[in-house]
């Protein structure tokens, strides 16, 4: 007996808080272009984009991009996230602690609350990448501006270039950090259809609950949430050694946001 689909609500009725479809220039208002800036240096966090071919933002690893970290080589990113903050140099204060092995504030970043919503719904439309060795990811990460405990992250989904085809296969969930009130939990979705064309995933998360889904599809129904603010981080990885063609590619055509209060 096949499980019953359930369908995703409907957007609230009114104006999204944050929405982009990346017409025209980057908006600084809404972007920082660079992962995680904090933990490394301008040169390796800085984002390559372009404008994409019928819309929408094309995020790219370039030949002569430069690793994130010479500690993490291979290992180079190009990212959008929606506010920044750290502590002074040399500490490690900072968002997203996200590993155990010495990152220390190597850029001190002002800051910046651009969207950082608590509870809220997003829905993000993207092509991910068939370009070898790479993946496409959405996060919701704690911002830590208040806490270090809040630190807990809201994967929407992470799909490897290996992993897609005639269905895809994407890891979605929530990971606890640095966060001890939150346990991780993560799992693989399979998606009935190639995630190299256009398809629109959404979270909501609020009130003890996290929802995932695609396609209007709810794909996990996760009983925790992060009740803290959470910055958005959207990026394209190359994972392993530089091979294959360049520039690669994955392309993000709308982000809509709205806060839950």
């Known amino acids: 007996m096949s499980t019953p689909i359930e369908k995703l609500p409907p957007p609230p009725d009114r104006e999204?808080?944050?929405?982009?479809?990346?017409?025209?220039?980057?908006?600084?208002?809404?972007?920082?272009?660079?992962?995680?800036?904090?933990?490394?240096?301008?040169?390796?966090?800085?984002?390559?984009?372009?404008?994409a071919d019928g819309g929408g933002i094309a995020l790219r690893i370039e030949e002569d991009q430069l690793d994130w970290r010479p500690e993490d080589a291979p290992l180079r990113v190009s990212n959008l996230q929606t506010g920044t903050y750290s502590g002074p140099l040399g500490s490690r204060r900072g968002t997203h602690r996200h590993r155990e092995d010495g990152l220390v504030v190597r850029t001190e970043t002002p800051q910046r609350l651009l969207w950082a919503p608590t509870a809220g719904r997003v829905d993000i439309t993207v092509t991910a990448s068939r370009d070898e060795g790479c993946m496409l990811a959405a996060w919701l990460v704690g911002t830590e501006h208040t806490a270090e405990a809040d630190a807990g992250e809201i994967c929407v989904f992470e799909i490897d270039t290996a992993a897609v085809g005639a269905t895809t296969v994407a890891r979605s969930g929530v990971k606890a950090h640095g966060d001890p009130r939150m346990t991780t939990d993560m799992a693989e979705v399979t998606l009935p259809f190639d995630a190299s064309a256009p398809h629109t995933w959404t979270v909501l998360w609020g009130d003890g609950e996290t929802v995932i889904g695609c396609e209007g599809v709810v794909l996990r129904r996760i009983p925790q949430a992060p009740g803290y603010p959470l910055f958005l981080m959207i990026d394209l990885f190359e994972i392993g050694p530089p091979g294959g063609h360049y520039p690669k590619t994955a392309t993000v055509h709308r982000v809509r946001g709205w806060q839950f209060l």
């Open 16 to 51: 999204p808080d944050l929405d982009d479809d990346f017409t025209g220039t980057l908006s600084p208002h809404r972007w920082v272009p660079h992962y995680l800036p904090h933990w490394t240096t301008p040169e390796r966090s800085a984002a390559r984009y372009a404008p």
